[in-house]
């Protein structure tokens, strides 16, 4: 293909598939290898109207014909070739929080291998949230949350069920702050889901909560990664409550799972936690520095690749058999390509979405808490480190020199703005391992919606389109 229309157009071959994408409508269509070498060799003429009509009344072959008005209909409908809508765009967003992590303590009761944030510490001494904190950390959310109306606390650690009698007062405070001021308020927590009871379970439910339970799936793996901190395993303890936590009725829960260079087993995880249940299910690579044994290294990608191209194959099947569950990203991006939906930013990190420690600072994302050139503020004096703040409310897809030309892009929206800064101290900047893999699970998601499209469309329509999705 001409080297001017790679800014606008993708050939992406996965499996027995090959797609055209368009990178700036974010829409994939499926093209068969005679589809496909034709519109190879007409790229040029199909973005110039009169050259194709000039080719059209030439062509004495129908099914050239017919190829070639279809293709040139998606032209006309600015489906393929499209203008980028966002050529002259500039982001400045004003920092106004509508959702809110709280750090209620940095401390854990387990000690897992990849542990982004140092067995829960975050690099510093232990800390638990007082009380008082946390009541104004509440404040601060609902006092500067101007116009939006509906709030969300994610009580976060190390382990936040640690701080359960805190969690208790403070959702009853939050709720009636948030009902004098007009406000409504959601909850939700990230836990390692071995510290429920009985009291727990009905309070969470009570509440309404959503939770993200961190779990590796089958027992050798989970005990290996996930011990507790005195080197017990964890997984018949979090088996145990993953039954009693499917009984509720107000909760929802997913569940994560992290996969490592020592266990890149992502479909075997996966399966593992199909079959005890789990309806939303994610397994994401750990994060840590690149000299360690768990890191992912680019030539670990092929087997990664793999993998989820094995999840992918089940995903398909269990759809087909009438057993939906939701796999991230696969579900997010069948649902962004099905939609035509357009994201230029991974997040709301730095100016809807904040995090607060232990004592009250105010931090960008979940987890930057100990990084001290990253704090922006404290519940108590505001926001105080614009420059910091002004990169989160400007940053975009198109303003990253290494996303701004990816044809990716706009399904990905740049990706996560934290590991730019762990791995190279810039928000700006993308790291390549990350990247390989979220085109690879686009590429994937793509290959699904192909397959289910062909076998049984409404699927896509009861699980995938907006306002219908499960």
Not at 116 to 144: E, H, P, W
Not at 234 to 260: G, H, P, Q, S
């Amino acid at each position: 293909m001409a080297s001017h229309l790679k800014n606008k157009i993708h050939i992406i071959k996965i499996g027995n598939k090959s797609f055209v994408f368009d990178i700036n409508s974010a829409t994939s269509i499926e093209l068969d290898d005679f589809a496909l070498k034709l519109f190879n060799s007409y790229a040029n003429k199909i973005r110039k109207k009169k050259s194709i009509e000039k080719a059209l009344n030439g062509c004495k072959d129908e099914e050239i014909k017919n190829t070639l008005r279809a293709i040139n209909s998606l032209v006309d409908n600015k489906i393929l070739f499209a203008d980028d809508s966002y050529t002259n765009y500039k982001r400045a967003v004003k920092f106004s929080p509508r959702s809110m992590v709280l750090h209620v303590a940095h401390t854990c009761n387990l000690n897992c291998k990849y542990c982004y944030a140092d067995a829960g510490s975050y690099g510093s001494k232990y800390k638990l949230m007082s009380k008082k904190t946390a009541q104004d950390a509440v404040d601060f959310l609902i006092d500067r949350s101007k116009h939006w109306k509906n709030l969300y606390i994610n009580f976060y650690g190390g382990e936040p069920l640690l701080m359960f009698d805190l969690i208790k007062h403070l959702v009853a405070y939050a709720k009636k702050r948030a009902k004098a001021a007009g406000k409504s308020l959601s909850f939700g927590m990230s836990t390692n889901a071995t510290l429920f009871n009985k009291e727990v379970l009905n309070f969470v439910d009570k509440n309404k909560f959503s939770l993200v339970l961190s779990f590796d799936g089958p027992k050798d793996i989970n005990d290996r990664m996930r011990p507790f901190a005195d080197g017990r395993g964890t997984y018949d303890t979090i088996v145990k409550n993953i039954r009693k936590i499917d009984k509720l009725k107000k909760c929802k829960y997913a569940v994560r799972a992290t996969f490592t260079r020592e266990n890149p087993h992502i479909y075997r995880i996966t399966k593992h936690l199909v079959e005890l249940g789990f309806k939303a299910i994610s397994v994401e690579p750990c994060q840590l520095k690149r000299d360690s044994n768990l890191y992912i290294r680019k030539q670990d990608l092929k087997k990664v690749f793999l993998e989820y191209d094995k999840v992918a194959e089940y995903f398909i099947s269990s759809l087909l058999k009438g057993k939906y569950f939701d796999f991230h990203p696969f579900s997010l991006f069948i649902r962004r390509l099905r939609n035509a939906q357009k994201h230029i930013i991974p997040c709301g990190a730095g100016h809807g979405v904040i995090s607060i420690d232990p004592v009250g600072n105010i931090y960008p994302c979940h987890r930057l808490p100990g990084n001290r050139k990253y704090k922006i503020g404290d519940i108590y004096k505001g926001i105080n480190n614009k420059r910091t703040t002004s990169k989160f409310c400007s940053i975009w897809v198109g303003s990253k020199n290494s996303c701004k030309n990816c044809w990716a892009k706009y399904l990905c929206g740049g990706g996560c703005q934290e590991i730019g800064i762990y791995y190279y101290d810039n928000i700006s900047k993308s790291d390549p391992i990350a990247c390989a893999m979220i085109k690879h699970r686009i590429k994937l998601s793509m290959m699904i919606c192909a397959v289910l499209a062909e076998k049984n469309e409404k699927l896509l329509d009861k699980y995938f389109l907006e306002g219908n999705c499960a």
